[in-house]
C-alpha cells in the first residue's frame, strides 16, 4: 500500500473554542479510556459545557505506542476545530494523504483509491496522536484525566438517576452518564504494502523516515486467541516464517532481520460482529469507539469512527439536556448505530478479500481492494448531521417508529458487486431487532405454529433484553454450543438483561408450559439435554456485571461472566480465586458443579468460596441463597445448582495472591517408549503431594506421524529453588522438548479454539481415582494410541490431573455443599472429538470398557465423576454421591416440584 501525501494543513472556518466553553448544561459525563473516541469525546462534551471526568487505568501514555493510522477526511474535520496550536504539533508528526496505493510483490498497481476532501485527511502515529489530544484536553482545556484510574465496576441507581463506575474497587463516582470507550493503535508517514497469495505486509517510516514499523499478517495465523493486550513478544524467526512462501519476501526481509527482538510483539487483530445495541439495561451507559465496534484496520475508520462517536455524542447530551440524557443516549446510538455497523461489516469483508489467496489475476478483481462506497465514508460531516437530524430522530422514538439515516447509501450497496448487500434484505433486519432502534409489530401466530413467543415475552421483558426466533438472522449462532452432540431442541432464545429479566421469564414460561434451558457458555454436554425439545434457551450472556470489593474481599459476578474477565480483575487487584482452568467458560457455571482449578491445592474448590447467590427458582420468584438465608439451597447449589434454579450472580471470598501470584510451570514432551516412566512418575505422589505443587500428564495423538504425544506438565506454586526437586523428577525422563518458564496467576488457561470455539462433535468421559496403576495406564495409552491410529475420524485427549486433596478435605462438614468427591487424588478426563457425529455409537464402545477397567482398579468402591465433566450416563450416585441424595431429593421436592431444572445430571424427585 502506497499512501500519497499533500504537503500542506489547513484550518477550516469554523469557531476555534479549543480551550473555552458555553455555559454549562449541568451534565456530568464520566468517560473510561482515552483512546481516540474516548479524547474526542472529553474535548467534545467540555466545549458543549458538560462536566467531564476522564478515566484511564494505565499511569503513564506511550508516545511509540502503536502502528500507523489514518484520521481520515469526515474525522480530522473534527480534530481541526480544537485551535491552531493543536494542529501545529499534528503538523510535526503528521503527513496529509490524497490517495492510496495498493501494489502486487512486483511493485505492479493493483488499485487506487481516492481519499475526498484532497490535504484533509492525516496519517501519523496513533500513540502520538494521543499523546498530543491528551496533552492538549488536559493542559489547555483543563479537563479532568485521571491515569492510573481502574475502574473495576459499573453501576446504575435502581430510580435510574444515575450511572456511575468504582474505581480501583474503591472510590465511587457518579454522573448522569457513563462513556466507555476504548483505542490504541499506531501512526505513520509513508506506507508501502503488498498484497498476494495470502500474504500481508506493510511497511511504514514514521518520524519522517527515522524509524520504521513493519506488519505481517498471514492467513494461517486465524484462529489465534484475540487478545486487547496484544499477543506478546514474538521471535523474528516466527515474522520470517510468516513470508517464507511470498515471492517478494526479499523486499522486507533485511529490515525484519535488523529488528531489535525487544521490539517485535506478536498482536493479533481483533474483531467483533456487530452487537445488538450500545446502550446498557439502565439507560444511563454508553459504549463507544472500539468498545462498540472495533474494525480490522483496512478501511481507516477504526480511530475515524470513534472521533465520530465523541463529537456526535457531546451534540446530542447538549440538544437534550441534562433532564433527558437517556434520550441522548438513544439519539447517539439511533445515529451512530447504522452508519458504524454498515461499515463495520465492510471491513471485516474487505480484511478477508485482501487476504485471499485465490483471487486470481488481480487486475481483474482492482474493485475489491477499493474501500467500500469512499464518498459517504470520507465526506460525511457527523456534526452538521447531528444537528440537522436530531428532531427527526426524537420524534421517531417518541412515536415508537423505525428512523431512517441517511448518513449511510440509500440502499445500503457495498462495492464491490462480489459483497454487496442491499438495506431492504440485511440492514432492515438489524434495526428491527433493536429494541431502542425500531419498534415492530409481530404477526400473531397460529395455534398450530406453538407458542407466540413475542406476545408472551415481550411484555414483562425490560427494554435492553433481546429475543430471537428462529427467523432472525443471529438466532442459529446464539444457540450454538461448544458441542453439536446430544443438542438440546430450541425453538426460540432470549438474552434477559437484568435478573428480573430472567425472573420474569421463568414465571411466563412456566405460566404457559414452556420447557427452558439456561445457558452461559454453553459448554456442558449429557446425554440428557436430547429430552429437552421445543423449548425457550435462556441465553445469559448479557448479565456480565462484575464487581469487586476491596473492603470486604469479595467479589460478585452476573452468569454471564467468563473466566477470563475475573482474572483479568482479580489480578490487577493482586487477588486470586480458585476459578477453573479455562478462560472461556462460565465462572457461575463452573461453580454450581464445583469447580476444580489450578488453586485447587491452595484454595479449594470455587463452591467452597462461595458466600451467597442469587437464584431463580421454578415458581419465578429472584430469592438469595447463603448459609443464613435458604441454606438448603444454598447447599445445594454447591455441587447440583443446575438442578435448582437459575444462579443469575453470586458473590465469592476472595484471597490474596498465592506466592504473590507468582508459580513457575513447565511442558515436558516424553518419548512413547518413556510411558510407563511417566506413570511411575504420577504413582509416586499417590500419597504424598504439597500442596504447592500440581502434576499433570496431557496426551494427544498425531495423524500425520501416527503417534501418540504424551506430555508431562508441572506448576510449582514458588520459585525455581521451590522447583527443583520436582523439575529433577521430570528431567530425568529425558523429554525431547521441554518448557519451563515463570508465569502468573492471571495466565493460566490461555483460550484455545479446541476449548473455546463452537460447533464441533465433542464429549467427555471423567473419573476421579484413588490411586495410579502403571500397568493399567500403559495399557490405556497402548490402547487409545491404536484406536487413534486406526480412525482418523477421532481426534481425543486424555487429561490426568493431581492436585492435593488435602486442602478440600479439611474443610468443615457444616462448610461444604453438595460436591461430594473430596477424596479424590486423580482427575482423569477423556476428551472426544469426533468429524462426525455418526461416529459418536463406535467411540462409546471403545470409551465404555477402558472407563470400566480404569475405575475398577484405580477407583473407589463408589464410583467418582466430577459432575461438570462426566459423560451424563453414571447416574446421580456417581455425580453427587448416595450419601447426599436424601437431603438433594428433600430440597429438589421443595424448589423444583415440577422437575423443571437439570436435564442433563437431574436429582430425582424421589429415592
Not at 473 to 480: A, D, H, Q, T, V
Amino acid at each position: 500500500m502506497k499512501t500519497e501525501h499533500h504537503p500542506s494543513i489547513s484550518t477550516p472556518n469554523t469557531e476555534n473554542a479549543a480551550t473555552t466553553a458555553p455555559n454549562s448544561t449541568g451534565v456530568k459525563v464520566i468517560i473510561v479510556g482515552v483512546g481516540l473516541a474516548g479524547i474526542t469525546a472529553a474535548i467534545e462534551c467540555q466545549r458543549k459545557g458538560h462536566s467531564v471526568i476522564v478515566l484511564e487505568k494505565v499511569s503513564e501514555l506511550q508516545h511509540d505506542a502503536g502502528d500507523g493510522i489514518m484520521i481520515a477526511p469526515n474525522a480530522s474535520r473534527v480534530i481541526r476545530q480544537w485551535g491552531d496550536e493543536l494542529l501545529a504539533d499534528i503538523v510535526l508528526n503528521r503527513c496529509d494523504s490524497t490517495h492510496v496505493d495498493m501494489m502486487d510483490h512486483n511493485d505492479n498497481l493493483i488499485a487506487r483509491q481516492e481519499l475526498p476532501g484532497k490535504g484533509e485527511g492525516i496519517v501519523t502515529n496513533r500513540g502520538k496522536l494521543v499523546c498530543l489530544l491528551y496533552e492538549h484536553a488536559k493542559n489547555r482545556m483543563g479537563i479532568d484525566i485521571r491515569l492510573g484510574s481502574r475502574v473495576t465496576d459499573y453501576w446504575e441507581t435502581d430510580d435510574g438517576r444515575q450511572a456511575g463506575v468504582t474505581v480501583d474497587g474503591r472510590e465511587r463516582i457518579s454522573g448522569d452518564c457513563v462513556v466507555c470507550a476504548d483505542g490504541v493503535h499506531g501512526m505513520a508517514r509513508k506506507t508501502y504494502a503488498w498484497f498476494g497469495d495470502g500474504v500481508n505486509v506493510a511497511m511504514m517510516t514514521l518520524k519522517r523516515g527515522k524509524e520504521v514499523v513493519w506488519m505481517t499478517t498471514h492467513k494461517d495465523c486465524y484462529g489465534a486467541r484475540e487478545t486487547w493486550k496484544g499477543g506478546g513478544q514474538a521471535k523474528i524467526d516466527d515474522a520470517m516464517a510468516t513470508i517464507n512462501h511470498w515471492p517478494g519476501r526479499h523486499r522486507i526481509e533485511a529490515v525484519i532481520r535488523h529488528t531489535k527482538p525487544s521490539k517485535l510483539v506478536n498482536h493479533p487483530l481483533i474483531y467483533r460482529p456487530p452487537l445488538r445495541t450500545w446502550i446498557s439495561a439502565g439507560g444511563r451507559t454508553i459504549l463507544i469507539g472500539d468498545s462498540a465496534h472495533p474494525y480490522y484496520p483496512v478501511v481507516a475508520q477504526g480511530g475515524s469512527q470513534g472521533i465520530e462517536d465523541g463529537a456526535v455524542l457531546a451534540i446530542a447530551l447538549s440538544l437534550a439536556g441534562k433532564d433527558r440524557v437517556p434520550l441522548a443516549l438513544q439519539v447517539f446510538e439511533k445515529i451512530r448505530y447504522p452508519r458504524a455497523t454498515v461499515i463495520q461489516l465492510g471491513s471485516s469483508t474487505f480484511q478477508a478479500t485482501v487476504l485471499r489467496s485465490d483471487r486470481g489475476e488481480e487486475e481483474s478483481k482492482r474493485d475489491e481492494f477499493r474501500f467500500p462506497n469512499p464518498d459517504w465514508i470520507f465526506s460525511h460531516d457527523c456534526q452538521s448531521y447531528t444537528y440537522r437530524e436530531f428532531e427527526s430522530v426524537v420524534e421517531a422514538i417518541r412515536e415508537g417508529r423505525e428512523y431512517a439515516p441517511t448518513n449511510i447509501p440509500i440502499d445500503g450497496l457495498y462495492i464491490p458487486s462480489t459483497w454487496s448487500f442491499t438495506m431492504r434484505s440485511h440492514f432492515t433486519p438489524i434495526l428491527a431487532a433493536l429494541p431502542m432502534l425500531a419498534t415492530s409489530t409481530p404477526a400473531p401466530a397460529s395455534r398450530d405454529e406453538g407458542p407466540d413467543f413475542k406476545t408472551i415475552f415481550s411484555p414483562v421483558l425490560s427494554s435492553h433484553a433481546l429475543l430471537y426466533l428462529p427467523n432472525d438472522p443471529e438466532y442459529f449462532k446464539l444457540n450454538e454450543r461448544w458441542s453439536n452432540l446430544e443438542d438440546p431442541g430450541y425453538v426460540a432464545a432470549i438474552q434477559p438483561a437484568t435478573e428480573e429479566d430472567v425472573k420474569n421469564i421463568v414465571a411466563a414460561a412456566t405460566e404457559h408450559n414452556i420447557s427452558f434451558l439456561a445457558t452461559g457458555s454453553g459448554h456442558s454436554v449429557k446425554p440428557g439435554y436430547t429430552s429437552v425439545k421445543g423449548a425457550l434457551n435462556i441465553d445469559l450472556k448479557l448479565l456480565k456485571n462484575i464487581a469487586l470489593d476491596y473492603d470486604s474481599d469479595t467479589l460478585t459476578v452476573g452468569a454471564g461472566v467468563v473466566n477470563s474477565q475475573v482474572y483479568d480483575v482479580l489480578y490487577d487487584a493482586k487477588r486470586e480465586l480458585p476459578l477453573s482452568t479455562d478462560r472461556c467458560i462460565s465462572t457461575i457455571g463452573t461453580m454450581i458443579g464445583g469447580g476444580l482449578g489450578t488453586l485447587y491445592s491452595a484454595r479449594g474448590i470455587l463452591a467452597d468460596s462461595l458466600i451467597s447467590a442469587n437464584v431463580v427458582t421454578a415458581t419465578g420468584d429472584l430469592v438469595k441463597a447463603s448459609s443464613t438465608e435458604n441454606p438448603d439451597l444454598f447447599w445445594a447449589i454447591r455441587g447440583a445448582g443446575h438442578n435448582f434454579g437459575i444462579v443469575t450472580s453470586a458473590t465469592f471470598k476472595i484471597y490474596n495472591h498465592t506466592n504473590g501470584g507468582n508459580s513457575v510451570f513447565g511442558d515436558f514432551l516424553i518419548p512413547n517408549s518413556g510411558n510407563a516412566s511417566a506413570f511411575e512418575l504420577l504413582k509416586s505422589v499417590d500419597e504424598n503431594l504439597p500442596p504447592t505443587v500440581f502434576w499433570g500428564i496431557l496426551v494427544g495423538f498425531n495423524h500425520t506421524t501416527k503417534e501418540a504425544e504424551l506430555h508431562i506438565r508441572l506448576m510449582v506454586h514458588g520459585d525455581d529453588e521451590d522447583a527443583a526437586p520436582h523439575l529433577a523428577k521430570v528431567k530425568a525422563l529425558n523429554p525431547t522438548v521441554t518448557s519451563w518458564a515463570n508465569t502468573t496467576w492471571n495466565t493460566y488457561g490461555e483460550e484455545t479454539d479446541i476449548m473455546c470455539n463452537t460447533g464441533w462433535n465433542s464429549n467427555m468421559y471423567s473419573m476421579g481415582l484413588k490411586q495410579t496403576d502403571v500397568d493399567t495406564m500403559v495399557s490405556t495409552f497402548n490402547n487409545w494410541s491404536k484406536f487413534s491410529a486406526e480412525n482418523d475420524w477421532y481426534n481425543g485427549l486424555i487429561m490426568i490431573e493431581r492436585h492435593s486433596e488435602k486442602k478440600v478435605m479439611s474443610l468443615p462438614k457444616n462448610e461444604q455443599g453438595v460436591f461430594p468427591w473430596r477424596d479424590t487424588k486423580i482427575q482423569m478426563v477423556f476428551v472426544n472429538y469426533l468429524t462426525d457425529a455418526k461416529y459418536a455409537g463406535t467411540l462409546d464402545d471403545f470409551i465404555q470398557p477402558a472407563r470400566a477397567q480404569i475405575q475398577s482398579v484405580m477407583g473407589f468402591e463408589n464410583h467418582h465423576s466430577y459432575v461438570n465433566e462426566a459423560f451424563g450416563d453414571e447416574g446421580p450416585e456417581v455425580w453427587y454421591g448416595a450419601h447426599n441424595l436424601p437431603r438433594l431429593v428433600a430440597a429438589k421436592q421443595k424448589w423444583d416440584p415440577k422437575d423443571q431444572f437439570g436435564p442433563g445430571m437431574p436429582v430425582p424427585l424421589t429415592l
